[in-house]
T-cell receptor
Framework: SAVISQKPSRDICQRGTSLTIQCQVD?????MFWYRQQPGQSLTLIATANQGSEATYESGFVIDKFPISRPNLTFSTLTVSNMSPEDSSIYLC???WGQGVLGISDTQYFGPGTRLTVL | EDQVTQSPEALRLQEGESSSLNCSYTVSGLRGLFWYRQDPGKGPEFLFT???AGEEKEKERLKATLTKKESFLHITAPKPEDSATYLCAVQADNNNDMRFGAGTRLTVKP
């Protein structure tokens, strides 16, 4: 399995500021994903980040609010811009991994998450 | 639209009391159904991938099964360390996105 690390692990930020979250993988991967998990809720996909192309955002998420970089096959960043208390969540990156049935990836492995609190 | 519904929302068991968690899904062509375990303050930990109806997978006290409409995660003789939130997710065969259910919060009391 892939080993994924995220920085920072947690942060407390002021309203109106921005925070950049880093995701590092110990192996080269094609697809990386960013999720949000609001308090007491399940995971919601923000965007898919492939190296060398623009990130693809899910409905309800826009690039101006959540710009993503994917400079190489082992690293990605997610920025949460102009933060408000509603952005308080755990942000998780994940990677697609494995060579399962019919050549389809086995699953996604997740990083430990970044717990963001916006005051 | 793809949907995943997990039940129950919360489950409290005594140590050794076996039970099952349910994951009902609707998806336009299933690529895979996934089970994860999530401990408080941590990222989801991968447990199983199931690809087709009738498939079963086991890991220690856990066994996952799959039909065309739902999946079950059976927990046999659970221990307190099995306490966690169990998440189910589906991936459709026309994209790489995973849609997650809301999870079942399992508590196993000694």
């Amino acid at each position: 399995s892939a080993v994924i690390s995220q920085k920072p692990s947690r942060d407390i930020c002021q309203r109106g500021t921005s925070l950049t979250i880093q995701c590092q993988v110990d192996s080269q991967v094609t697809m990386m994903f960013w999720y949000r998990q609001q308090p007491g809720q399940s995971l919601t996909l923000i965007a898919t980040a492939n190296q060398g192309s623009e990130a693809t955002y899910e409905s309800g998420f826009v690039i101006d609010k959540f710009p993503i970089s994917r400079p190489n096959l082992t690293f990605s960043t997610l920025t949460v811009s102009n933060m408000s208390p509603e952005d308080s969540s755990i942000y998780l990156c994940s990677v697609e991994w494995g060579q399962g049935v019919l050549g389809i990836s086995d699953t996604q492995y997740f990083g430990p998450g970044t717990r963001l609190t916006v005051l | 639209e793809d949907q995943v519904t997990q039940s129950p929302e919360a489950l409290r068991l005594q140590e050794g009391e076996s039970s099952s968690l349910n994951c009902s899904y609707t998806v336009s062509g299933l690529r895979g159904l996934f089970w994860y375990r999530q401990d408080p303050g941590k990222g989801p930990e991968f447990l199983f991938t199931l690809y087709s109806a009738g498939e079963e997978k086991e890991k220690e006290r856990l066994k996952a099964t799959l039909t065309k409409k739902e999946s079950f995660l059976h927990i046999t003789a659970p221990k307190p360390e099995d306490s966690a939130t169990y998440l189910c997710a589906v991936q459709a065969d026309n994209n790489n996105d995973m849609r997650f259910g809301a999870g079942t919060r399992l508590t196993v009391k000694p």
